[in-house]
T-cell receptor, first 114, second 112 residues
Framework: GAGVSQSPSNKVTEKGKDVELRCDPI?????LYWYRQSLGQGLEFLIYFQGNSAPDKSGLPSDRFSAERTGGSVSTLTIQRTQQEDSAVYLC????????????FGPGTRLLVL | QQQVKQSPQSLIVQKGGISIINCAYENTAFDYFPWYQQFPGKGPALLIA?????SEKKEGRFTISFNKSAKQFSLHIMDSQPGDSATYFC???????????FGKGTHLIIQP
């Protein structure tokens, strides 16, 4: 079956612009996660969704970052007024249910803010 | 505060040798410790994981050793192969939490 897909695969934007990153989780997976991977750093947890609700937003770095999930499936991560330090790979993962051990990652969206 | 510290940052091993990557954690509330493997241009993939009620878990050539008292765990890759060349991340999760806390990764190169 299809894995987690993300789009776009690459995004170049100018400082101050808004960007939207999309994640399609594995069909039937109720749990969805967003992580950020900066150069030379590990993955940094951003936000978790269970269904359409986000019980854990603790990792969002600032109020410029927001995310939503509609229909318990597709999720969008929005970064407003992008800054150069937002340049990173944004990874989405899904798991079959809350607390499931395996998180399946997508290939990521590489964001470059000029 | 970095909650999971991983070393080394990079590692070169000869084909057939043993690759060892170490991680240390601070938060005693962590109760799940996975290792992820990431190839260039791909997302990380779960390799092997352990819970603190056991000291070792083996799956094929991959073994996790876990030392609860020292708050350390390590990944051993036996008979390392060029196809094992990748970046490896250790991670940890608190009971009741959902997001994983990752180490900074180890870039492993297996020389033929």
């Amino acid at each position: 079956g299809a894995g987690v897909s993300q789009s776009p695969s690459n995004k170049v934007t100018e400082k101050g612009k808004d960007v939207e990153l999309r994640c399609d989780p594995i069909s039937g997976h109720t749990a969805l996660y967003w992580y950020r991977q900066s150069l030379g750093q590990g993955l940094e947890f951003l936000i978790y969704f269970q269904g359409n609700s986000a019980p854990d937003k603790s990792g969002l770095p600032s109020d410029r970052f927001s995310a939503e999930r509609t229909g318990g499936s597709v999720s969008t991560l929005t970064i407003q007024r992008t800054q150069q330090e937002d340049s990173a790979v944004y990874l989405c993962a899904s798991s079959s249910q809350r607390g499931a051990e395996t998180q399946y990652f997508g290939p990521g969206t590489r964001l470059l803010v000029l | 505060q970095q909650q999971v510290k991983q070393s080394p940052q990079s590692l070169i091993v000869q084909k057939g040798g043993i690759s060892i990557i170490n991680c240390a954690y601070e938060n005693t509330a962590f109760d799940y410790f996975p290792w992820y493997q990431q190839f260039p241009g791909k997302g990380p993939a779960l390799l092997i994981a352990i819970r603190p009620d056991v000291s070792e878990k083996k799956e094929g050539r991959f073994t996790i050793s876990f030392n609860k008292s020292a708050k350390q765990f390590s990944l051993h890759i036996m008979d390392s192969q060029p196809g094992d060349s990748a970046t490896y991340f250790c991670a940890a999760r608190r009971g009741g939490a959902d997001g994983l806390t990752f180490g900074k990764g180890t870039h492993l190169i297996i020389q033929p």
